[in-house]
């Protein structure tokens, strides 16, 4: 099992935030995206690789290949891998390919046509709850946070917040 350090749902994938405080506050070595979508667009893997710090190894995998690669014991020996997916829909089919999880931050998750504000700028449609609630059932936790130095809150209790 690879040592994960951290997983974020940030619809952006890599940008600022990503980039600059949270993979130098968990001294990550090594980022991971998992995004059906971006493994095969060259334009968003090129983006990607430009906004990806230099000082850290960057994999662009689809589901099915990460899964794969995570459930791997000899791979990422000694790293540090921060997952970024964009969706908590992505969170649910890794778990069901026997990755094991045990909390993702959540960070940001645009307004779309039928969802609800949960946090700062994370707003869910009724699919996103429950798939939160039904993973929250398996026992991964959930926390709000933007950036490393917010001070994490239960995401699963803002939820219930608006529900």
């Not at 931050?105 to 707003?123: A, E, F, I, L, Q």
């Not at 709000?144 to 917010?150: E, K, L, N, T």
Request: glycine content about 4%; overall charge neutral.
């Amino acid at each position: 099992m690879a040592n994960i350090i951290n997983i974020r749902i940030d619809e952006r994938l890599i940008h600022g935030q990503v980039a600059a405080f949270w993979t130098n506050s968990l001294n990550i070595s090594r980022l991971m995206v998992i995004d059906d979508i971006a493994a095969t667009d060259d334009i968003q893997k090129m983006a990607l690789k430009m906004a990806c710090p230099s000082t850290v190894k960057l994999s662009i995998l689809n589901v099915n290949r990460a899964a794969e690669k995570l459930n791997n014991p000899e791979l990422y020996i000694g790293e540090r891998v921060f997952i970024v997916v964009r969706s908590v829909e992505i969170i649910k089919k890794i778990v069901d390919l026997n990755v094991k999880i045990d909390t993702v931050t959540v960070g940001n998750m645009s307004n779309k046509v039928g969802s609800t504000r949960v946090y700062h700028t994370v707003c869910v449609t009724p699919n996103d709850i429950e798939i939160f609630k039904e993973l929250d059932q398996k026992g991964i936790k959930f926390i709000a946070q933007m950036v490393p130095s917010d001070e994490p809150e239960n995401f699963m209790q803002l939820l219930a917040k608006i529900s």
